[in-house]
């Protein structure tokens, strides 16, 4: 069975300082990676995804995140925190291979982000 | 381009009714999915679609019937509703090649309250 554990359930960082949302999966084989971003009654929106190829993958906002195979961890990070990044943010997990299609979610991290 | 669109927005059921939240898609994706968002537990998978005529089940599916008779439309019927249905509901759709699905498109959710 895959999983996926955000040990946070919410961080607080100040405005333009540098952020990190952290994540850890299990899964058989492989992993697809993705970062997703909800912001108060909306449904969540799509940030980054990782499949193959360079461990540091950039995606929307000026948010990145970096696999680690090793830890088997895929942090989401930004060099500088702004007021507007406060959500809250998932990371997701399916197999490579085999699996379905099925995705599972994390529980979940508040983002606050102060002036 | 409209996207992934979900009605109604809110709903209110008495216990032992049943009621169909819509789900439609324009992007010509072929994978499909519904799934329910409780506080603390993040997104639960409740059944997907990999294309028109074909579905399954997913983490939670006890209660829920889905269908996909066409590629834009993926309704999910609660049978008999109860109060542990009481949660917001989003649908989800995704490019698939190959019976990989990539990144999912979220609708904007249906908040559903049980009583």
């Known amino acids: 069975a895959q999983s996926v554990a955000q040990p946070e359930d919410q961080v607080n960082v100040a405005e333009g300082n540098p952020l990190t949302v952290k994540c850890t999966y299990s899964v058989s084989g492989n992993p697809y990676l993705f970062w997703y971003v909800q912001y108060p009654n909306r449904g969540l929106q799509f940030l980054l995804k990782?499949?193959?190829?360079?461990?540091l993958v950039k995606g929307s906002y000026g948010f990145e995140a970096e696999f680690n195979k090793s830890q088997t961890s895929f942090h989401l990070k930004k060099p500088s925190a702004l007021v507007s990044d406060s959500a809250l943010y998932f990371c997701?997990?399916?197999?490579?291979?085999?699996?379905?299609?099925?995705?599972?979610f994390g529980t979940g991290t508040q983002l606050k982000v102060e002036l | 381009n409209a996207g992934v669109t979900q009605t109604p927005k809110f709903q209110v059921l008495k216990t032992g009714q049943s009621m169909t939240l819509q789900c439609a898609q324009d992007?010509?994706?072929?994978?499909m999915s519904w799934y329910r968002q409780d506080p603390g537990m993040g997104l639960r998978l409740i059944h997907y679609s990999v294309g028109a005529g074909i579905t399954d089940q997913g983490e939670v599916p006890n209660g829920y019937n889905v269908s996909r008779s066409t590629t834009e439309d993926f309704p999910l019927r609660l049978l008999s509703a109860a109060p542990s249905q009481t949660s917001v509901y989003f649908c989800?759709?995704?490019?698939?090649?190959?019976?990989?699905?990539?990144?999912?498109?979220f609708g904007p959710g249906t908040r559903l309250t049980v009583t």
């Open positions: 997701a997990v399916r197999a490579f291979t085999g699996g379905g299609n099925k995705l599972t």
């Open positions: 992007m010509n994706h072929e994978y």
């Open positions: 989800a759709s995704s490019y698939s090649n190959g019976g990989i699905s990539y990144e999912q498109y």
């Open positions: 990782y499949i193959t190829g360079d461990n």
